[in-house]
């Protein structure tokens, strides 16, 4: 999941959490599906161990995605 996506992701839940929007309109207003942004809104609502699981786990794909693209650059340059 790259910076983007988790920055719509932020966007949506805060506009349905917070700011008390329909999902609909929300999910209609950033052209997903109703059932994509249900299901956003529901993972933000998880135990805060479980998300903190998740996000370890994308840590770590993230670094290890960080060091291919090193190698690459390392060979290329």
């Known amino acids: 999941m790259g910076i983007a ?3 719509l992701k932020l966007h949506v ?3 349905v959490k917070v700011q008390g929007r329909l999902l609909s309109d929300v999910a209609r207003q950033y052209g997903l599906s109703a059932k994509a942004v249900y299901q956003w809104v ?3 609502d998880l135990q805060p161990q479980q998300r903190e ?3 370890m786990s994308e840590i770590a794909q993230l670094q290890k ?3 291919q ?3 690459e650059l390392r060979t290329i340059g």
Do not use: G
């Open 69 to 71: 693209l090193n190698n």
């Open 5 to 7: 996506e988790n920055s």
């Open 13 to 15: 839940i805060t506009e």
């Open 42 to 44: 529901r993972e933000s």
């Open 53 to 55: 699981c998740a996000l």
């Open 65 to 67: 995605r960080i060091k």
